[in-house]
């Protein structure tokens, strides 16, 4: 089934998006020290999400099960999630807050869309059954199956996961500027 045009074009602008609302919290931020600490240890979290999800993914080749994809279909989003999260707090700004549930209520529900159909597309029986006892994004509590793939660093370094922590730093860094010069 062909994708339509506008799940295409929202896929596609995703990034622009989040870099311009990136810019937009930052200027609309007012960070305090404790905000600051805490939305980097939540992004701590969701960094370490991706990285683990990244170290496991073999992107189109398989339908990953192993990792945190025994736990939930995806965990890069919920990874992205966790990091929202930390950027809405750690800019202390309710703006803040509402352009990341903003952001994540237009785009996420349609990129999950997008990859569930993908999935579907290349892994048809596989996917189903997963699909059926994996959540789509809050994880459950007892893994899907006893695959134990090691995590992989070459699949991390493929899989350009290297970007998200290099992002990390230059935002706190940014905020931490922001709070120390610009209160």
Do not use: D
Request: some cysteine.
């Amino acid at each position: 089934m062909p994708e339509s045009r506008f799940i295409q074009t929202v896929y596609r602008w995703r990034v622009r998006v989040c870099s311009f609302a990136l810019i937009l919290v930052i200027i609309l931020s007012k960070p305090t020290l404790v905000s600051l600490l805490s939305g980097m240890a939540i992004c701590l979290a969701g960094l370490l999400i991706r990285a683990w999800a990244s170290g496991h993914l073999k992107k189109e080749k398989e339908l990953t099960i192993s990792g945190p994809y025994q736990y939930t279909r995806n965990p890069l989003y919920l990874g992205n999630f966790t990091l929202g999260t930390s950027v809405a707090l750690g800019s202390w700004s309710w703006w803040a807050f509402l352009i990341f549930i903003a952001y994540f209520l237009l785009f996420y529900p349609l990129i999950m869309k997008r990859e569930r159909e993908r999935m579907k597309e290349l892994f048809p029986e596989k996917y189903e059954e997963y699909r059926n006892k994996v959540p789509p994004f809050f994880p459950r509590l007892r893994p899907y199956s006893s695959q134990k793939n090691k995590f992989n660093w070459s699949l991390y370094k493929k899989n350009k996961e290297y970007r998200a922590l290099a992002g990390a730093v230059v935002f706190w860094l940014i905020m931490a500027v922001k709070m120390i010069f610009f209160r």
